[in-house]
């Protein structure tokens, strides 16, 4: 597992490699564009080449790009999903420049509509910003279930990856805190492996691509989108250390988007506590499966 944070993007691309080597992180993710302004633009020659000077410098593990929060797919306005298009389609060009692991998208939102037909615009969109993009994969990330927001289920997130097209690009992003706000249990390993098997069996094997870590500051099943810092909320030292220690998640980025002590994001700190919790959940896991020998 590639254990980092989601760190600041100002100053370009490299600077965001060099914060998350600050913070020891092993992945990052940023936003490419502003996250409260539409008007994007593509990363330049040269920033593309810091970019990747710093990468290998730094020998950064795999790299987010998370879509920018304005974007809503499923939207009835049509203006609206055309700006969503079009930053959609950059988020993916940027991802190709950066050879980014995958974009993070919120795949959109019903409001008060019908989520039927919601997941069938929002499929249209992602479909079409995949058809004009090159490589870069899709990570449909599942959500805390407030309002109408799509993807608070796995039925609703397969039926998403069904209407994008099913393309092989596509994948899912899981977030702890979005999991246990939308009602699953997962704060033991049992409750996860079966979480994690019923998602599988809906998506499809090798759909989970990404991960986020954070922990809740809202109960089970409360659809508030309310995140704590690792090991301080619903989850606690012993949930993060279940979700860090699952076995199908060996392998992949695993990025908290956790507030920090001073609201700047997460801490050197803080990473290497999630390294300690993963390291603490493998433990105990190789001693359940000595007992049970």
Same mark, same amino acid.
């Given at each position: 597992m590639h254990i980092g944070a989601h760190v600041p993007a100002a100053g370009g691309p490299?600077?965001?490699?060099?914060?998350?080597?600050?913070? %020891?992180?092993?992945?990052? *993710?940023?936003?490419? *564009?502003?996250?409260?302004?539409? $008007?994007? $633009?593509?990363?330049?020659?040269?920033?593309?080449a810091a970019f990747h000077e710093a990468d290998k410098h730094h020998k950064m593990g795999p790299v987010l790009i998370h879509a920018v929060y304005l974007l809503n797919c499923a939207s009835e306005d049509k203006e609206l999903r055309d700006k969503s298009l079009a930053s959609l389609k950059l988020a993916l060009r940027d991802g190709d420049a950066l050879k980014a692991h995958a974009v993070v998208l919120h795949p959109g939102s019903a409001k008060a509509g019908e989520v039927g037909p919601a997941i069938k615009r929002a499929g249209k969109v992602i479909k079409e910003a995949l058809a004009e993009t090159d490589?870069?994969?899709?990570?449909?990330?599942?959500?805390?279930?407030?309002?109408?927001?799509?993807?608070?289920?796995?039925?609703?997130?397969?039926?998403?990856?069904?209407?994008?097209? %099913?393309?092989?690009?596509?994948?899912?992003?899981?977030?702890?805190?979005?999991?246990?706000?939308?009602?699953?249990?997962?704060?033991?390993?049992?409750?996860?492996?079966?979480?994690? @098997?019923?998602?599988?069996?809906?998506?499809g094997t090798g759909r989970i691509g990404s991960l986020h870590l954070n922990d809740s500051q809202a109960p089970l099943g409360s659809n508030?989108?309310?995140?704590? @810092?690792?090991?301080?909320?619903?989850?606690?030292? @012993?949930?993060?250390?279940?979700?860090?220690?699952?076995? $199908?998640?060996?392998?992949?980025?695993?990025?908290?988007?956790?507030?920090?002590?001073d609201k700047r994001g997460p801490t050197p700190e803080q990473v290497q506590l999630a390294k300690d919790?993963?390291?603490? %959940?493998l433990a105990k896991r190789r001693r359940a499966a000595a007992r049970a020998a």
């Amino acid at each position: 597992m590639h254990i980092g944070a989601h760190v600041p993007a100002a100053g370009g691309p490299a600077k965001s490699v060099e914060r998350g080597a600050e913070a %020891g992180a092993t992945s990052i *993710q940023l936003f490419n *564009q502003s996250p409260r302004m539409w $008007r994007g $633009r593509d990363y330049t020659a040269d920033e593309v080449a810091a970019f990747h000077e710093a990468d290998k410098h730094h020998k950064m593990g795999p790299v987010l790009i998370h879509a920018v929060y304005l974007l809503n797919c499923a939207s009835e306005d049509k203006e609206l999903r055309d700006k969503s298009l079009a930053s959609l389609k950059l988020a993916l060009r940027d991802g190709d420049a950066l050879k980014a692991h995958a974009v993070v998208l919120h795949p959109g939102s019903a409001k008060a509509g019908e989520v039927g037909p919601a997941i069938k615009r929002a499929g249209k969109v992602i479909k079409e910003a995949l058809a004009e993009t090159d490589r870069c994969p899709l990570h449909l990330e599942n959500t805390a279930g407030a309002g109408g927001t799509l993807g608070r289920s796995f039925e609703e997130l397969a039926a998403l990856l069904e209407a994008s097209g %099913g393309d092989g690009r596509l994948g899912v992003c899981l977030d702890s805190c979005h999991l246990l706000a939308s009602g699953f249990e997962i704060r033991t390993a049992d409750a996860l492996s079966s979480v994690i @098997d019923d998602c599988v069996a809906l998506v499809g094997t090798g759909r989970i691509g990404s991960l986020h870590l954070n922990d809740s500051q809202a109960p089970l099943g409360s659809n508030r989108d309310r995140h704590a @810092d690792v090991a301080e909320g619903e989850l606690g030292a @012993d949930g993060c250390a279940v979700f860090l220690s699952e076995p $199908r998640f060996d392998g992949l980025p695993c990025v908290m988007e956790t507030p920090g002590p001073d609201k700047r994001g997460p801490t050197p700190e803080q990473v290497q506590l999630a390294k300690d919790l993963r390291r603490r %959940g493998l433990a105990k896991r190789r001693r359940a499966a000595a007992r049970a020998a």
